[in-house]
T-cell receptor, first 113, second 113 residues
Framework: AQSVTQPDIHITVSEGASLELRCNYS??????LFWYVQSPGQGLQLLLK??????LVQGIKGFEAEFKRSQSSFNLRKPSVHWSDAAEYFCAVGARGFQKLVFGTGTRLLVSP | DGGITQSPKYLFRKEGQNVTLSCEQN?????MYWYRQDPGQGLRLIYY???????QKGDIAEGYSVSREKKESFPLTVTSAQKNPTAFYLCASINPGGLTEAFFGQGTRLTVV
């Protein structure tokens, strides 16, 4: 069965500092991987996705993520965080056919001045 | 513009009452999903539907029911059997045949009063 682990519930980063949010997945076949962002009381917006090919994927708002099959990880990174990046971030794993898209429990990012 | 519309944005339910949450999409997606979101628990799958007139239970289907009479619509009914319905509910749709991501509505916040 698919599963996703986001080990950090909260992370606080200073504005302008770099960011890395961790995501580990469990899936028997080649996964489809996603990072979504959610502002309070809103739906989820896609930041980036990985289906195949280059393991370093670029997304919106300056985010990137790297797929590491050997570590079953898909960590999200940003070189310089802005105050507007404060939100909750979700990692998700799926497969072709999308019978189930499984989400992690989320990481809440706080940005300090 | 294509997208997913959830209504209402806020909903209040009295004890013992059934309520129905609406989800409509004009993306021509075959698959639709209902997720429940609680603080610290991420998104948990309630029901999903791959095609019209067919749907499957997700991980937390007890106390919920759905229908899929039209491709565009996937309403969720929260029945009186759901003992703790207060939560944020998110509807999503996917084109399972293509390499794409899940699109989300803006959510409905249900509160029991």
């Amino acid at each position: 069965a698919q599963s996703v682990t986001q080990p950090d519930i909260h992370i606080t980063v200073s504005e302008g500092a770099s960011l890395e949010l961790r995501c580990n997945y469990s899936y028997g076949a080649t996964p489809y991987l996603f990072w979504y962002v959610q502002s309070p009381g809103q739906g989820l917006q896609l930041l980036l996705k990985y289906f195949s090919g280059d393991t370093l994927v670029q997304g919106i708002k300056g985010f990137e993520a790297e797929f590491k099959r050997s570590q079953s990880s898909f960590n999200l990174r940003k070189p310089s965080v802005h105050w507007s990046d404060a939100a909750e971030y979700f990692c998700a794993v799926g497969a072709r056919g999308f019978q189930k898209l499984v989400f992690g429990t989320g990481t809440r990012l706080l940005v300090s001045p | 513009d294509g997208g997913i519309t959830q209504s209402p944005k806020y909903l209040f339910r009295k004890e013992g009452q059934n309520v129905t949450l609406s989800c409509e999409q004009n993306l021509n997606h075959d698959a639709m999903y209902w997720y429940r979101q609680d603080p610290g628990q991420g998104l948990r799958l309630i029901y999903y539907s791959q095609i019209v007139n067919d749907f499957q239970k997700g991980d937390i289907a007890e106390g919920y029911s759905v229908s899929r009479e039209k491709k565009e619509s996937f309403p969720l009914t929260v029945t009186s059997a759901q003992k703790n319905p207060t939560a944020f509910y998110l509807c999503a749709s996917i084109n399972p045949g293509g390499l794409t991501e899940a699109f989300f509505g803006q959510g409905t916040r249900l509160t029991v009063v």
